[in-house]
């Protein structure tokens, strides 16, 4: 078989490493914020042949024969794990039994499996997009409080920063052909974020979510020159409008016969 990941402690003082889950194939976790607990998604290696999809656990780290505790199972995939500061609730990623099978935000009770579990985001109906390889997005950011989380969801072909509020949720970044790639949130308050334009490889922007205010702090360097891109909307059998691309030469002009690069 192939080999599966598992979390351990490693203790830096006694240089001594204890395995902590073995019958789990682990993805994404978090420390609890008192850090006597784990978070984690995994795959239940004892019936992974018949059901794939991932589930949220919780292991008490203290207690050395504690097992990991079933949060929720969701139909597909778990991700981007996080704790809540007050303790009593993480936030997750996953899907639902919905028929599109979207990825929401979701708030689940870290202490009883019995909770209902909260669609943070059912109301977007968007992806959210957590990052990975082929796949934009950034795992969902915290403020101390926990009274504000800033998470992306793929909007046409974009990528685009929310925020969410008291159930409220707001778009902050985003734009036509823009991608966030990245996000952290400084104690100050800002965040800063990669992102990709249709005029860029990639910049580095700072950005006030109360304010909107933004100041760019790195661009790729130096001068290239960028197929230019325009966007498109096609209107599809169902009668959708599909959003597109059209990429042209350098040189093109306005009005001339398209050639493809």
């Known amino acids: 078989g192939y080999p599966h990941t598992h979390l351990g402690i490693w203790d830096v003082q006694k240089a001594e490493f204890r395995q ?8 994404a976790f978090a420390w609890s914020p008192d850090s ?32 990991p ?11 981007a794990v ?9 936030i997750a990623v996953g899907s639902d039994d919905r028929p599109h099978n979207l990825d929401y935000l979701v708030s689940i009770s870290s202490s009883d499996p019995a909770a209902p579990v909260t669609l943070l985001t059912a109301d977007l109906d968007r992806n959210v997009m957590t990052g990975g390889t082929g796949y934009p997005g950034i795992t969902p950011i ?22 969410i509020r008291n159930g ?11 991608v966030v790639t990245g996000a952290t949130l400084r104690a100050t308050g800002q965040l800063v974020l990669t992102v990709r334009t249709p ?7 700072e950005l006030d979510p109360e304010t909107g205010a ?48």
Do not use: M
Request: charged share 20%.
């Open 82 to 90: 996080q704790w809540h500061p007050d303790g009593k609730r993480v």
């Open 168 to 178: 409220e949720i707001t778009p902050l970044y985003g734009g036509s052909g823009v």
């Open 199 to 205: 005029e860029s490889f990639g910049e580095v922007v």
């Open 20 to 27: 902590l889950t073995n019958r789990h194939d682990v993805g």
């Open 214 to 261: 933004e100041r760019k702090l790195l661009s790729f360097p130096g001068t290239f020159a960028l197929y230019p891109r325009s966007e498109r909307w096609f209107q599809i059998s169902d009668g959708l409008s599909v959003q597109g691309w059209l990429i042209a030469p350098l040189d093109f002009k306005l009005g001339s016969p398209p050639q493809l690069p």
């Open 69 to 79: 505790v079933s949060l929720w199972s969701a139909p597909a995939n778990v991700a």
């Open 36 to 67: 006597g607990s784990l978070a984690f998604s995994g795959v239940d290696l004892d019936s992974s042949d018949l059901t794939h999809p991932a589930r949220l656990y919780v292991l008490t780290v203290s207690a050395k024969e504690a097992k």
């Open 142 to 163: 915290l403020t101390s409080d926990g009274d504000t989380i800033f998470f992306t969801a793929r909007d046409q072909g974009c990528t685009v920063l929310y925020s």
